[in-house]
């Protein structure tokens, strides 16, 4: 992610600021740009860049910030859509008439935005389902939205179903808990049911498909009977030696789709570290391997052989600190060498798709 500074008096501000804490100027994040940017009023209730000059575009909030507070995101004046690239994504959203409904659905769009911004820095296509059939789009249900059925979180079609329970920390590690997963965040979510839609996108019926088979599995198994296997008789016993997760051993489409959310995950947090300068230099250890003087910006790499020579070291400097503080690790996978080759195909397909 990367980091912005105010325009005005150069405090640092993040991704999800709406103003600047020193100085209090109006801050909003610019999808042309891809940062946040420091802004002032222009005629007609408008932002333009500040300093920019009087010749700059302008631009507007989106919808969902005037209306809901759930937004920071900006739309050019010139653009016909009440909403910006992120929220134009959405065809349901909660019932708001609840007030924790509200709170919990501003939550799962501070987290959409990150991925649809990761998905824009790595040059895919964020087509949304209303402009294009075969485009993205998002369902933010609650239970009591479908007559009491539970909501469940998954991908059809380019449709992403999320039940908002997932943003309510209590419940997302009761289920964590229950289903012995090492993992459960909202991004983690969205990347892994975003893999499923690019699969779509990228790799079925494409000159990827034969290499993704050899090396994922072939996808035309019958999927209900391979989670119908799964969840009775659980992973392998090596899973742990080719898969990323107990899931992805589940059907070769599960594999894809948690192979691309930690794909994100990992490409996501080097351009954070990079952002802050960050290098792991261990005082003790004599492995080469394990030291890295500056982490890189990993959007602008081809080879990705090194950016793991980078993420590897990072996760044991991650795990530490995180342990340090008496939480679990911030990562807590083993990175097997089929898993890293998987990654490097999916690394491969992203960086040969970009428009």
């Not at 042309?32 to 575009?57: N, Q, S």
């Not at 209306?67 to 653009?79: K, S, Y």
């Not at 991925?115 to 389902?129: A, D, K």
């Not at 402009?131 to 991908?155: I, K, M, S």
Request: charged content about 25%; overall charge negative.
């Amino acid at each position: 992610m990367r980091l912005s500074s105010c325009h005005c008096c150069g405090q640092m501000v993040f991704f999800e600021s709406i103003s600047c804490t020193r100085c209090g100027a109006r801050l909003g994040f610019c999808a042309e740009e891809l940062c946040i940017v420091t802004l002032e009023e222009a005629e007609g209730g408008l932002w333009r860049k500040a300093g920019a000059g009087e010749d700059a575009p302008r631009y507007r909030d989106c919808a969902n910030h005037a209306q809901h507070d759930v937004c920071n995101w900006l739309v050019r004046a010139d653009d016909a859509h009440a909403f910006c690239i992120s929220c134009r994504l959405n065809r349901t959203i909660p019932d708001l008439a609840g007030p924790e409904n509200r709170l919990l659905w501003s939550r799962l769009e501070t987290e959409k935005r990150r991925l649809v911004y990761g998905l824009l820095r790595l040059g895919l296509e964020v087509v949304p389902q209303s402009e294009d059939p075969n485009g993205l789009a998002f369902d933010f249900l609650a239970d009591n939205q479908t007559g009491g059925e539970r909501v469940l979180t998954g991908h059809a079609s380019g449709l992403i179903t999320l039940n908002i329970a997932e943003a309510d920390p209590l419940q997302r590690e009761r289920m964590r808990t229950e289903m012995g997963e090492p993992y459960r965040t909202i991004i983690g979510h969205f990347r892994h049911e975003s893999g499923h839609y690019y699969w779509d996108r990228l790799v079925r019926d494409s000159q990827w498909v034969d290499l993704y088979r050899e090396m994922f599995g072939d996808e035309r198994e019958d999927y209900g009977e391979a989670l119908q296997r799964h969840y009775a008789n659980g992973p392998p016993m090596d899973w742990d030696e080719h898969f990323v997760s107990t899931y992805a051993s589940s059907h070769p489409w599960e594999d894809w789709a948690e192979s691309w959310a930690h794909y994100l995950h990992i490409i996501d947090t080097l351009e954070t570290a990079y952002q802050f300068g960050l290098g792991v230099r261990p005082r003790v250890a004599s492995d080469d391997a394990l030291h890295v003087e500056t982490i890189y910006d990993p959007y602008r790499q081809n080879d990705f052989e090194s950016v793991i020579e980078n993420w590897l070291p990072l996760t044991y400097a991650l795990n530490s600190l995180n342990r340090s503080m008496g939480h679990d690790h911030v990562y807590p996978f083993v990175l097997a060498p089929p898993v890293i080759a998987k990654l490097a195909l999916v690394h491969r397909i992203v960086q040969q798709s970009r428009v």
